[in-house]
């Protein structure tokens, strides 16, 4: 199964942009990238997902590489509310349908 | 629409007993994923039902099973319970299944096992 790697921790001032990156150098072709994050005591809600183009959306933006290796979930102007820990996914969609979870970056915000 | 629920939210057992948690999917989604969160290996995959056959299985032992009804509804067992099976257990429901669904998750049941 690819596997994803991210940083622990990261932190950021409200109000400015935050860029939480993933590498996910074993990335298959038919592999899409989710993005989730888990706010304290809830359960994992989603964010984002794309396959090989940048994609936005209401809540965030995500980046991906030309190679497809990494990708990079931005946050456009953080908020207290978005510390959270962020989780890069790869969904296989060759059959098996997985959702493989690495450790997630833990995102905290200062006011 | 309502949200995944997960049923009870909080359980404790003691070793050697079994424990079952039930799981009830957004209405008209089809697919359920369980998931064991611990502060150690965070976040793993359990298995997947859709359409009342378990389509995925992570690496757990045999001692973790589950199913799925004609309803959507889904139960995860876990028999002879060990101390390292307290986590949180996650229960996520999306519409299709696919690659590109979104999953929903419910609050968890948090399971302690003494």
């Known amino acids: 199964d690819a596997k994803t790697t991210q940083p622990n921790s990261m932190e950021s001032n409200e109000e400015e942009p935050v860029h939480l990156p993933c590498n996910h150098s074993?990335?298959?072709?038919?592999?899409?990238i989710h993005w989730y994050r888990q706010l304290p005591s809830q359960g994992p809600e989603y964010v984002i997902h794309?396959?090989?183009s940048n994609v936005n959306n209401r809540m965030a933006s995500l980046a991906i590489a030309e190679d497809r290796k990494s990708s990079t979930l931005i946050l456009h102007r953080a908020t207290l509310r978005d510390a959270a820990v962020y989780y890069c996914?790869?969904?296989?969609?060759?059959?098996?349908?997985?959702?493989?979870f690495g450790t997630g970056t833990r995102l905290k915000v200062l006011a | 629409k309502a949200g995944v629920t997960q049923t009870p939210r909080y359980l404790i057992k003691t070793r050697g007993q079994q424990v079952t948690l039930s799981c009830s999917p957004i209405?008209?989604?089809?697919?359920v994923s369980w998931y064991q969160q611990t502060p150690g290996q965070g976040l793993q995959f359990l298995f997947e039902?859709?359409?009342?056959?378990?389509?995925n299985k992570g690496n757990f032992p045999g001692r973790f099973s589950g199913r799925q009804f004609s309803n959507s509804r889904s139960e995860m067992n876990v028999s002879t319970l060990e101390l390292g099976d307290s986590a949180l257990y996650l229960c996520?429901?999306?519409?299709?299944?696919?690659?590109?669904?979104?999953?929903?998750f419910g609050p968890g049941t948090r399971l302690t096992v003494l």
């Open positions: 209405s008209g989604h089809r697919s």
């Open positions: 039902y859709f359409s009342e056959t378990q389509r």
């Open positions: 996520a429901s999306t519409s299709t299944g696919g690659p590109l669904g979104e999953q929903f």
């Open positions: 074993t990335i298959s072709g038919t592999d899409y």
């Open positions: 794309g396959l090989t």
């Open positions: 996914i790869l969904r296989d969609s060759s059959g098996t349908y997985k959702y493989i």
